[in-house]
T-cell receptor, first 114, second 114 residues
């Protein structure tokens, strides 16, 4: 069956521009997570959705970062006024209903800020 | 908050040998510990997980052990094959929340030499 789908797979943009990253979770999964992976590093939690609400936004690094989820499915992570330190791979994961259930990851969006 | 330490950062073994990767965590309330395998350009793939009410779990050539008292858990791969070469990440659930938020180790690059 279809796994977690992320787009675009690669994004190169100039410093100061806004970017939108998309995540399409596994059908029926109510829990959705965004993580960030800097070069050669582990994954850093950004935000958690249960349905359309985000009860845990504690990992968003600044107010330039925001995310939404509509229809309990697709999620968009938006970074405004991008900075070079935003360069990383942004990974999305979903699980059936959150809690300690297995999270399944997409292949990520590799974001490069020039 | 939760902190996860992973060792070693790199590991090289001969095909057929065993490989062991170790992680420690700081939050005694953590109760879910997954392991992920990440190949170049791909998202992390869940290979095995263990919950705090279990001390050991095995799936073919892969096993995970958990010592709650010492707050450490380990991944054991037996009869390694070249296709096991990848980056492996351990993770621990954040104990204070019920969201499924995962805290990741820094990763271990495993090289299996033919």
């Amino acid at each position: 069956g279809a796994g977690v789908s992320q787009s675009p797979s690669n994004k190169v943009t100039e410093k100061g521009k806004d970017v939108e990253l998309r995540c399409d979770p596994i059908s029926g999964h109510t829990a959705l997570y965004w993580y960030r992976q800097s070069l050669g590093q582990g994954l850093e939690f950004l935000i958690y959705f249960q349905g359309n609400s985000a009860p845990d936004k504690s990992g968003l690094p600044s107010d330039r970062f925001s995310a939404e989820r509509t229809g309990g499915s697709v999620s968009t992570l938006t970074i405004q006024r991008t900075q070079q330190e935003d360069s990383a791979v942004y990974l999305c994961a979903s699980s059936p209903s959150g809690g300690n259930q297995p999270q399944h990851f997409g292949d990520g969006t590799r974001l490069s800020i020039l | 908050g939760e902190n996860v330490e992973q060792h070693p950062s790199t590991l090289s073994v001969q095909e057929g040998d065993s490989a062991v990767i170790k992680c420690t965590y700081s939050d005694s309330a953590s109760n879910y510990f997954p392991w992920y395998k990440q190949e170049l350009g791909k998202g992390p793939q869940l290979i095995i997980d263990i919950r705090s009410n279990v001390g050991e779990k095995k799936d073919q050539r892969i096993a995970v052990t958990l010592n709650k008292t010492a707050k450490h858990f380990s991944l054991h791969i037996t009869e390694t094959q070249p296709e096991d070469s990848a980056v492996y990440f351990c993770a621990a659930s954040e104990g204070s929340s019920n969201t499924g938020k995962l805290i990741f180790g820094q990763g271990t690059t495993l090289q299996v030499k033919p």
